[in-house]
């Protein structure tokens, strides 16, 4: 018996999700890291704890896209994610170096 068709995606979607959880969720994960890093008082434990930490998260949003029903809608929310962790730690660090 073939799979319903509502419940498939198309190769576009699917390329544009695999692209979207390899690089985006690095991406992601690396400007989240960094925002946690430009504080003082948790610089030193963000950098020894990365090396695990960065992995999980990176590992929880390539998994996290393929759960979103539409590719384009997790690629803007990635996206908007790098822009804002990397825009605050951009002011962070001009703040506290």
Same mark, same amino acid.
């Given at each position: 018996?073939?799979?319903?068709?509502?419940?498939?995606?198309?190769?576009g979607? !699917?390329?544009?999700?695999?692209?979207?959880?390899?690089?985006?969720?690095?991406?992601v994960?690396?400007?989240?890291?960094? $925002?946690?890093a430009?504080?003082?008082?948790? !610089?030193?434990?963000?950098?020894?704890?990365?090396?695990?930490?960065? $992995?999980?998260?990176?590992?929880g949003?390539?998994?996290?896209?393929?759960?979103?029903g539409n590719?384009?809608?997790?690629?803007?929310?990635?996206?908007?994610?790098?822009?804002? $962790?990397?825009?605050?730690?951009?002011?962070?660090?001009?703040? $506290?170096l």
């Amino acid at each position: 018996m073939p799979a319903n068709s509502k419940y498939l995606t198309t190769r576009g979607q !699917r390329a544009v999700k695999i692209i979207t959880g390899l690089v985006g969720g690095y991406l992601v994960s690396a400007t989240f890291h960094l $925002f946690l890093a430009s504080f003082p008082a948790t !610089r030193d434990a963000v950098i020894i704890l990365s090396s695990f930490s960065f $992995f999980i998260v990176w590992a929880g949003l390539l998994l996290l896209v393929f759960l979103a029903g539409n590719a384009w809608n997790a690629l803007l929310l990635y996206l908007l994610l790098t822009l804002t $962790f990397g825009g605050a730690f951009w002011y962070l660090k001009s703040v $506290f170096l």
